[in-house]
Structures are given as structure tokens and as C-alpha cells.
T-cell receptor, first 115, second 110 residues
Framework: EAQVTQNPRYLITVTGKKLTVTCSQN?????MSWYRQDPGLGLRQIYY???????DKGDVPEGYKVSRKEKRNFPLILESPSPNQTSLYFC??????????????FGPGTRLTVL | GQNIDQPTEMTATEGAIVQINCTYQ??????LFWYQQHAGEAPTFLSY????GLEEKGRFSSFLSRSKGYSYLLLKELQMKDSASYLC???????????FGGGTRVLVKP
């Protein structure tokens, strides 16, 4: 089954404790991306990757890191989480088109709470 | 930068029609997406418009006017399961970044 998986689905942590949220897709998509979703602010892009070893900042990259060592995986790293990073996080992947990106396939989401 | 505006919330009756508007500003146009998101779930793709005009897909249709920076999603014969948020999204930065509007929450009442 074609899918995007994220782990963990739920996480409660404390300020400053490094964490990684994993994301994996089995559709051989070149493009992968991370979003956060907050009430009243909608979905905002954190980082995206056009292909292996190619990453770039989205609209809200501060406090996050990513890496793309393999095509299928795109982990999101919070080196020192803070309470303002409490949010619902979505990973997504898609094909690349000549003029940009194709339909995004979203993972199930990770609900993160930073105390 | 890029601004995308949608109404926050709309209410409609089962069997009726609802139109969700989206206005956007972009320096270079690379299409416009509509996604549906049920509460607590991931967004799922509804439609993609890159040329002006109406695209029809069953009960859902999407319209685009590039000259006006305007799109709408039309939901016909509303069903209770259509209660969800509807997200308008526009690629920017040569089509590589994706910016979403705040979403329109549609509530379908019996």
C-alpha cells in the first residue's frame, strides 16, 4: 500500500530534550516536506527536500533541522524543543513536475506537546 | 511573499450547495490545489487547477481565474460526511514551496 508513515504519532516531552520525528514514504517520491498545523494559522511549511541531499527552508524553519540521506526518509529534528513548538506535524511527499510539485500525500500526523 | 485568503467558516444544509472562495497573490503562478481535511486527520487531495476555467469531479468542482487571483471550490449535494476543513494551497518559489490558506471549516447540518 502506497503510504507516508510518521513516528511517533503522539509525543509529550520537556523543554530542551532533543527529539526526532521520522517520516518514510514508499512511493519513490523525489519531493518531501514537513508542515506544522496550529489553530488559526493553518498549515505552514517548515522544510522541504527536492531530492536526496537537497533541502531548503520553508516559511517557519527556526528551531528545526532536517536531513535527506535516503530518498524514502526525511526525519525532522528538534535539537532543543520549546513550548512554542507544541503543534500537529505532518510529513508529505510528492512527485516533482517540470513546473513544480505534484499532489502532496500526507502522513497521519504527529501530535507533539513540549512542556 | 504570498497571501492566501479564505473564509474561516461556512454552514450549509444537507443537500445544498456551498462555494468556498480563495484569493491569492503570487509572483509566479504554478497552479492551485484544494485539499480536504477532516478533524484530526491528514489532508487529502481534491483538485488541482493550472488553467482558467472550471474542473468538475463528481459532486466537487473547482474554478480558477489567474487574472483575478481567484479560485473557488464548489460542493454540490452536500452530505454530512462533507463536514471538514477545505484548504487552498499555492506553490511558490518556482513551484517548490507550498503555501496554504488558513482553511475553511464547513459544517453541514441536517
Amino acid at each position: 500500500e502506497a503510504q507516508v508513515t510518521q513516528n511517533p504519532r503522539y509525543l509529550i516531552t520537556v523543554t530542551g530534550k532533543k527529539l526526532t520525528v521520522t517520516c518514510s514514504q514508499n512511493m519513490n517520491h523525489e519531493y518531501m516536506s514537513w508542515y506544522r498545523q496550529d489553530p488559526g494559522l493553518g498549515l505552514r511549511q517548515i522544510y522541504y527536500s527536492m531530492n536526496v541531499e537537497v533541502t531548503d527552508k520553508g516559511d517557519v524553519p527556526e528551531g528545526y533541522k532536517v536531513s535527506r540521506k535516503e530518498k524514502r526518509n526525511f526525519p525532522l529534528i528538534l535539537e532543543s524543543p520549546s513550548p512554542n513548538q507544541t503543534s500537529l506535524y505532518f510529513c508529505a511527499s510528492s512527485l516533482r513536475l517540470a513546473g513544480g510539485i505534484d499532489t502532496q500525500y500526507f502522513g497521519p500526523g504527529t501530535r507533539l506537546t513540549v512542556l | 511573499g504570498q497571501n492566501i485568503d479564505q473564509p474561516t467558516e461556512m454552514t450549509a444544509t444537507e443537500g445544498a450547495i456551498v462555494q468556498i472562495n480563495c484569493t491569492y497573490q503570487t509572483s509566479g503562478f504554478n497552479g492551485l490545489f484544494w485539499y480536504q481535511q477532516h478533524a484530526g486527520e491528514a489532508p487529502t487531495f481534491l483538485s488541482y487547477n493550472v488553467l482558467d476555467g472550471l474542473e468538475e469531479k463528481g459532486r466537487f468542482s473547482s474554478f480558477l481565474s489567474r487574472s483575478k487571483g481567484y479560485s473557488y471550490l464548489l460542493l454540490k449535494e452536500l452530505q454530512m460526511k462533507d463536514s471538514a476543513s477545505y484548504l487552498c494551497a499555492v506553490p511558490q518559489a518556482a513551484g517548490n514551496k507550498l503555501t496554504f490558506g488558513g482553511g475553511t471549516r464547513v459544517l453541514v447540518k441536517p
